[in-house]
């Protein structure tokens, strides 16, 4: 199964793009309206980007009034992901969810200052509120990431997203400045791959739960990569900014790729099911 990962990708301004997914991942949506931090709020690296985008947002009011509808006549399967700042603010939204696919959490944005409840605390209280599917998206800044896996399980997640960006800096070549106004900002791209890898790879093993993996993806090999550390579903992130049509890629690269091992060659199958237009 191929998805977006949250934030970089629009279904109603390219909805060909979303349509060519397994399921779409909204932005992250929270109680309330947030414009964001102040520009400028994303930057090139030498192997990736930096975002600094601070969960920008709707709200959930206007998510669910205006935004949910227009999503829905896409036809696409839908995950919804949730932020918040308390375990009662996430479990608050989801209970206002129905008729989709699953519920992300994310509980580890960079970008914003606030600081939630734990990891499990917030899965518990979701898991009281719905019995939609959760996916719980981890960052692999904690020392141990398959603890927090581990934790989050106990707590009632169906599922795991892996991994969120990671914190990191880039300086102007000229004024060695940082070139985001709130200097920190997220990175992705491919320099992220290794330590997603890593996460995947931990937590397989440390937990049953499927897992979505994402970080750095770019071609065929890349998926085939998550899909032997453990993952389940693949999510494409950065890549989209710059190569909008890389699922339909993906998925041809992917039919033409030779496995010696059968296992791995049958999940990697599932990854062209798409029809792709």
């Given at each position: 199964m191929l998805l977006n990962a949250s934030g970089c990708l629009d279904a109603l301004t390219a909805p060909d793009v979303a349509q060519s997914l397994d399921a779409f991942v909204t932005k992250t949506i929270t109680p309330l309206p947030r414009d964001g931090n102040a520009p400028p709020r994303i930057a090139e690296t030498a192997h990736g980007m930096l975002n600094a985008i601070g969960l920008a947002n709707p709200g959930r009011e206007r998510f669910l009034s205006d935004h949910l509808p227009r999503?829905?006549?896409?036809?696409?399967?839908?995950?919804?992901?949730?932020?918040?700042?308390?375990?009662?603010?996430?479990a608050e939204t989801c209970a206002r969810l129905e008729d989709v696919e699953a519920i992300e959490l994310n509980l580890s944005c960079p970008n914003v200052d606030e600081a939630a409840d734990t990891a499990a605390e917030i899965v518990a209280a979701c898991r009281r509120a719905t019995?939609?599917?959760?996916?719980?998206?981890?960052?692999?800044a904690h020392p141990d990431v398959a603890v927090v896996a581990r934790a989050v399980e106990a707590a009632g997640a169906d599922g795991l997203s892996?991994?969120?960006?990671?914190r990191g800096l880039a300086l102007d070549a000229h004024t060695l400045q940082p070139l985001l106004a709130r200097a920190i900002g997220g990175l992705s791209g491919p320099s992220l791959k290794p330590v997603a890898l890593a996460a995947v790879?931990?937590?397989?093993?440390?937990?049953?739960?499927?897992?979505?993996?994402?970080?750095?993806?770019?071609t065929a090999r890349d998926v085939v990569e998550f899909v032997a550390c453990g993952a389940?579903?693949?999510?494409l992130g950065t890549v989209l900014f710059?190569?909008?049509d890389a699922p339909k890629r993906i998925r041809e690269e992917l039919a033409v790729v030779q496995m010696d091992d059968a296992e791995l060659?049958?999940?990697l199958a599932e990854f062209g099911a798409h029809a792709v237009a």
């Open positions: 999503l829905r006549a896409l036809g696409v399967p839908l995950w919804i992901s949730v932020g918040g700042f308390s375990a009662a603010e996430y019995s939609l599917p959760l996916y719980a998206k981890l960052s692999a892996l991994i969120n960006t990671l790879y931990a937590c397989a093993r440390a937990t049953s739960l499927p897992i979505v993996g994402m970080g750095g993806v770019m389940r579903a693949v999510a710059a190569d909008p060659a049958a999940k």
